[in-house]
């Protein structure tokens, strides 16, 4: 955690009070003992933080339920939980051919969630409205007026620079190239949107919610038509220095392979995405979609199982790879590809632990992500919610100072 540059006693309180407001964020409703432990502080400094939260109305007092949270498991305390009134935060996946809203409290209690079908690549203009009108119709599903939600987190699926906040200039999202996303999407909805690639946000989505929670150096692989990597460590998503870090489905596989759409050649996309797998069959089996592969794959058609396992072993032997250099203590491997389960993951598996440096392979978890076509929604309520919990504890230090001088 960042330290605050100043060092007075009210930043110190401020400082703590964010500390205290995201575990209320992450842990849901939770005793002040608990709070006590997670955060490091004494007991009687969270007294006085959370009766000071409770003060400005963004906490309140709930009676334990029947389940009492906590390992120790002994008599619940009087559990204290933010107030569903103290905020809403909104979740936007944009896939290639889709788009998903989420709408969550601060305690990421999912209020309303829904999605749409539509070619997002090629018309961004009218993709973005079409988010927009979702969100609109999702928050009023959920009873949340706008002016409640304090930020929104949203995943594109292409790169984004981080200095620029363009989208890169890759033949990957044509009309997308030199448009604003951020700009354009706080312009429809009015509030604050926090933006990240769709591997990133899949990748935070399985951490924060899925297979990747408690795990501190995660690796999440998404395999679709594009192949991602999401990276993030201590529960922070790592980007690179321009945000391009994660590129994995551009490094080199077949020197002499297909020429892939970055300009190179052999690259792992050119050889096991899903249109990749589906190109491979097409005399075979003529047209497959990629989720008609990955069913006829489950049902024991011997020419789709093979396809889907020879990919589990390319994709496996870069993950070695990236064992070696980054030693994470998870893979989560989503996407449409991770819906052929055992058979992608045996290979893969089996690849990773006879191309990695033994020791590097035997403390990883190789895990099928959990959240399947919901991570990267659930990842960008998270990329919102870690952001608006800044503005959320400004927002409650404004008001008790305020309090204090009255
Ligand atoms: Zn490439």
Redesign the pocket.
């Given at each position: 955690m960042a330290s605050h540059p100043t060092g007075s006693l009210e930043s110190l309180r401020a400082r703590n009070s964010r500390l205290v407001v995201d575990v209320l964020r992450t842990q849901g409703a939770i005793s002040r003992a608990e709070i006590a432990r997670q955060t490091g502080l004494s007991r009687s400094t969270v007294s006085s933080l959370v009766t000071d939260l409770q003060e400005t109305g963004l906490v309140l007092e709930r009676e334990p339920d029947s389940s009492p949270r906590g390992p120790e498991g002994g008599r619940p305390g009087v559990l204290v939980a933010l107030d569903r009134s103290a905020g809403a935060i909104v979740g936007i996946d944009f896939g290639h051919d889709h788009v998903r809203v989420a709408i969550a409290d601060l305690s990421y209690e999912i209020l309303a969630e829904g999605s749409i079908d539509r070619e997002v690549d090629d018309a961004a203009g009218e993709s973005l409205d079409a988010a927009a009108a979702l969100v609109q119709d999702e928050l009023m599903g959920a009873g949340v007026d706008l002016s409640r939600v304090l930020g929104a987190g949203m995943g594109l699926p292409g790169p984004v620079d981080r200095s620029t906040g363009l989208v890169r200039s890759q033949p990957i999202l044509p009309s997308w190239i030199g448009l604003d996303p951020v700009a354009e999407m706080q312009e429809r909805l009015g509030v604050i949107v926090h933006l990240d690639n769709d591997a990133n946000v899949g990748a935070l989505g399985e951490c924060t919610f899925g297979a990747g929670q408690g795990s501190r150096v995660v690796a999440y692989v998404r395999l679709s038509a594009g192949i991602g990597l999401g990276l993030v460590f201590d529960g922070v998503p790592f980007r690179g220095a321009h945000g391009i870090a994660g590129e994995i489905?551009?490094v080199l596989v077949d020197p002499n392979g297909p020429i892939?759409?970055?300009g190179?050649r052999g690259?792992l996309?050119?050889l096991v995405a899903g249109p990749a797998l589906c190109e491979l069959l097409r005399r075979s089996h003529g047209e497959l979609t990629v989720p008609q592969l990955m069913q006829r794959a489950r049902d024991n058609d011997p020419g789709c199982r093979r396809v889907v396992q020879d990919a589990g072993r390319v994709i496996g032997r870069a993950l070695a790879d990236l064992c070696n250099y980054l030693n994470p203590d998870a893979i989560v491997i989503g996407g449409e590809l991770a819906t052929a389960g055992d058979l992608l993951m045996e290979p893969l598996t089996a690849a990773i632990e006879q191309f990695a440096l033994p020791a590097a392979a035997e403390g990883v978890s190789i895990l099928p992500g959990v959240l399947h076509e919901r991570a990267e929604v659930l990842g960008a309520l998270a990329l919102a919610g870690t952001n608006s919990a800044e503005a959320l504890t400004a927002q409650v230090h404004t008001m008790s100072q305020t309090r204090r001088s009255s």
């Open positions: 489905g551009h892939c759409r970055c190179n690259c996309e050119t």
